[in-house]
């Protein structure tokens, strides 16, 4: 750990694990800009599969709504309902 990290717990930190679904920054689809994430954690600090985040383009301001993934989306064939 760092000395400039110490002692810090900011919950929008990037580099913290909870925030490992949850990115500060994602690319914007339509334009390949920056788009920041406006949505804050619940009141644990945290982001939950299933939550709804929202992201905002700094260039041309579209807005991402997106889902928090949870551990069965990654299982082959998660969502697929097999017809």
Do not use: K, N
């Amino acid at each position: 750990m760092s000395p400039a990290s110490e002692g810090h717990d900011d919950p929008y930190d990037p580099d913290t694990d909870r925030d490992r679904l949850v990115p500060q920054r994602i690319d914007c689809i339509d334009c390949g800009g920056v788009a920041h994430l406006l949505t804050r954690p619940d009141d644990t600090g945290r982001f939950w599969p299933g939550d709804l985040v929202v992201y905002r383009c700094e260039d041309c301001l579209d807005r991402w709504d997106l889902i928090v993934p949870g551990d069965e989306d990654d299982e082959p064939g998660a969502g697929d309902p097999g017809w």
